[in-house]
């Protein structure tokens, strides 16, 4: 008998953990946006989206350049979940084509791909901090490439931040990016 009592307690608490309401758990981050950015140290230029396609979902991408017939390009999936009211975690997917004077010298660029996880953090009601740390395999580039980052949330729906990259196409890097939310 007691365990019956007991099956049917932890499948009653079970039902009502699946069915309680997640809204006091959203992190409040928005996935759709398009970026603009300006790479220093190698001068570099460059643009992205991200556009939510399921509640935990969004689809990414990006392309960079120093306009000398280079470029280093990626579009990819990720997810998102909340970890508390104030952060996410996060993950992507992502192809990526790159193409240099050096590594990557064809006229269609080499492919690859990246694996990334990362989190995203609210320090105050307008400052918003995070970093990622992946895997890059293109051709026989494999490296762990990372960034850090700070951005700053002028209004709801256009933001500022400063990122630095590690061991990516470009190399280390900072950026300056603007983010406008659509």
Known sequence: MRKILLA????????????ADTSSTMSNFSYDYAE???????LTYGAGFSKSIHPNA?????IDTEFDSDWDAALGVGFHAPINNWADITGELKARNAKDSGRFD?????LGMEVNLGVRQW?????????????LNIDDYEK???????????TELFSIGVTGRFNEI?????????????
């Open 106 to 110: 064809t006229s269609a660029g080499r």
């Open 144 to 154: 762990t490439i990372g960034n850090v980052y700070a951005r700053f949330h002028a």
């Open 123 to 135: 320090l105050g009601p307008q400052l918003e901090v995070g970093g990622q740390i992946g895997h």
């Open 36 to 42: 603009a950015r300006i790479g220093i140290s190698p």
């Open 58 to 62: 969004h689809i990414i991408g990006s």
């Open 170 to 182: 470009y190399g280390d890097q900072m950026l300056v990016t603007t983010r406008f939310k659509f």
């Open 8 to 19: 049917t307690s932890l499948m009653l608490a079970s039902i009502s953990a699946a069915h």
